[in-house]
């Protein structure tokens, strides 16, 4: 068997377990699922599956029914992160990864928009919603990245405006 015959035998394998993912996905309901060859984009992997759920039950649901489902074909994730609290869960299949995000963080991060889009091999699921014209994209933070930074010598607008009434109450 030569190199070149061995390098399709492994592409066909991973293409056929990349559709596999995405059929698994379809099973649980996934939204506005992209299979994406990104060969030529990136080493981290062959394909890119990206799909939404309508709730976090949902992705978790959409989660664990593609570890179940490839598990029972013998395939094991090399690993998994996020939770369905993150709203974002990846699952990493070598050759695969798999997105499955609530729609706000996939308007917010914009997944697709690194993948050329004309190497998406297939689109299923129900469509998300379209963002408005204009709209652009929601300014929505993730709970994850709020915080709160006291500065030193930085007082709260709140705070000056309160003083200020106090200033005037004060005047004889």
Known sequence: MT???????????????ARRCVSVC?????ADILLFDVREQTIL????IVC????????????DHVRRELQAAGVRP?????????Q???????VILVHILMPEMRHYYCLEDLWDKRKIIYRGGEPLPAVRPGQGRPTIIPPHLVTTTVIPGVEDADEDEDDEDDADDATP
């Open 26 to 30: 379809e099973e649980r309901k996934a």
């Open 3 to 17: 190199e070149e015959t061995k390098e399709k035998i492994i592409d066909i394998d991973a293409e056929a377990l």
């Open 52 to 63: 939404s759920g309508t709730s976090l039950p949902h992705l978790r649901a959409i989660s």
């Open 78 to 86: 090399r690993g998994a992160d996020g939770s369905p609290s993150s």
């Open 88 to 94: 974002w869960l990846v699952l990493d299949y070598g």
């Open 45 to 48: 992997a062959d394909y890119f």
